[in-house]
Nanobody, 126 residues
Framework: QLQLVESGGGLVQPGGSLRLSCAAS????????IGWFRQAPGKERERVSC????????NYADSVKGRFTISRDNAKNTVYLQMNSLKPEDTAVYYCAATLSCSGFVWPRAGEYDYWGQGTQVTVSS
């Protein structure tokens, strides 16, 4: 069974940090670009970041640039999203998803991903 599983979400105070993980089972992530999305209640799912299969290219939403860092460890079949300086507006369910490519010029939208995780809740609140 091909699966992506997110972990690492939780409750954190404003200004705090979390690291999300996206682990694959049933297939190797080596050939896939991975995107992180988030969806807050009553809002559309939005792109947060993506990383190419090699890790050489990344993209970030303007709202998270300078605060979030995406990385991958293909040996562990895992992609990470390090989130620093968290704000209440970062509160959402975070999803990872796999697609064929992502680069500085190509950032696929939600409909272009083949596999999705179930999501992990991130709540930023004092």
């Amino acid at each position: 069974q091909l699966q992506l599983v997110e972990s690492g979400g939780g409750l954190v105070q404003p200004g705090g940090s979390l690291r999300l993980s996206c682990a694959a089972s049933g297939f190797t992530l080596d050939y896939y670009a991975i995107g992180w999305f988030r969806q807050a209640p009553g809002k559309e799912r939005e792109r947060v970041s993506c990383i190419s299969s090699s890790g050489g290219s990344t993209n970030y939403a303007d709202s998270v640039k300078g605060r979030f860092t995406i990385s991958r460890d293909n040996a562990k079949n895992t992609v990470y999203l390090q989130m620093n300086s968290l704000k209440p507006e970062d509160t959402a369910v975070y999803y990872c998803a796999a697609t064929l490519s992502c680069s500085g010029f190509v950032w696929p939208r939600a409909g272009e991903y083949d596999y999705w995780g179930q999501g992990t809740q991130v709540t930023v609140s004092s």
